[in-house]
């Protein structure tokens, strides 16, 4: 049963990923540089997917959903971190600090969804294109799509739930840049044994069985890029798909350190949560899209066509 009456801290320190002035300096423009990048691109690939009807398909569909919950996700946690390395007072009030733990939640589980389903879209596409266009329908694209996002809300509830119903009630110093599910629970009062078993089955659900998920389609990607009669068609093939895949084990890799396995120091989860909550928002629409020759040809299209418009 939830302990709210026992919630007695009502604001949480955030200490940030140093204390040195100069290298927080460092790290806001390191940091602004990155959401920059991360706003821009996703906007980019969003805008492109929605106004171009050569990129209407299921990959692009589903890519503009990914760079949606990327560019949420970011927004979420990055411009909060920015105004807090140059603050001296680096306050987040407990209902904030909910509201972005679920939103946190939300968002990245949804990517953990899309990402797998991402990986299935190409496994048949490549691995069974005769029958590629019978199952991605637009119908079953927009039940796939919908049950990421439902997937991202239930998996968000249940783990903000047994986060914050255990009782706060002493230190508020949360040695993080934000609030996230396991740096809280050490700060609880009570036993958190049932928290943290909860939020380590969720993880089996929403880390270990898509990445299983992923592991198993680009194997049997590769096992046809290799059957591939033409060279050059199977390096093409294996570049993209080989950057995929690397993108998808730094994101699964590092949330599964952060979430199912003991952290050795609180240095070491305060990295890895950097690589995929400020990094790899930034590198999905350049591994994903902008790499791609058809994003690139219709994003000269639309620059040109402002160009005109001048």
């Not at 119908?139 to 799509?145: E, I, S, T, V």
């Not at 089955?201 to 290799?226: K, N």
């Not at 990094?279 to 160009?307: F, G, T, W």
């Amino acid at each position: 049963m939830c302990q709210t009456n026992q919630t007695w801290v009502k604001e949480f320190i955030l200490l940030g990923l140093s204390d040195d002035p100069q290298t927080q300096v460092l790290l806001f423009v390191l940091f602004l540089g990155v959401y920059l990048v991360t706003a821009l691109g996703n906007l980019l690939i969003i805008i492109l997917v929605l106004t171009d009807s050569h990129l209407q398909t299921p990959m692009y569909f589903f890519l503009c959903h990914l760079s949606l919950a990327d560019l949420c996700f970011s927004t979420n946690i990055v411009p909060q971190a920015l105004i807090h390395m140059l603050s001296k007072r680096k306050v987040i009030s407990f209902m904030n600090c909910a509201a972005q733990l679920f939103l946190y939640l939300f968002f990245g589980a949804t990517q953990c969804a899309l990402l797998a389903v991402m990986s299935y879209d190409r496994y048949l596409a490549i691995c069974d294109p005769m029958h590629y266009s019978l199952i991605m329908t637009w119908k079953a694209c927009g039940h796939l799509a919908l049950g990421c996002w439902v997937s991202g809300i239930l998996i968000s509830l249940v783990d903000t739930t047994f986060t914050l119903c255990v009782p706060y009630q002493g230190d508020n110093r949360i040695a993080h840049f934000f609030c996230e599910a396991p740096v809280l629970l050490s700060l609880a009062s009570g036993d958190t044994h049932k928290s943290q078993m909860v939020i380590f089955l969720v993880g089996v659900v929403i880390l270990l069985a898509p990445v299983s998920l992923v592991l198993v389609s680009y194997s049997s990607i590769i096992v046809t890029i290799i059957r591939m009669k033409t060279t050059s068609g199977r390096l093409k093939v294996f570049s993209t798909c080989g950057s995929h895949l690397l993108v998808v084990i730094l994101f699964y890799g590092s949330a599964i350190m952060s979430y199912m396995t003991p952290r050795s120091s609180k240095e070491q989860g305060k990295v890895v949560s950097v690589f995929y909550a400020v990094v790899n928002p930034m590198l999905n629409p350049l591994i994903y899209s902008l790499r791609n020759k058809d994003v690139k040809r219709e994003l000269r299209n639309l620059a040109n066509q402002a160009l005109s418009w001048r």
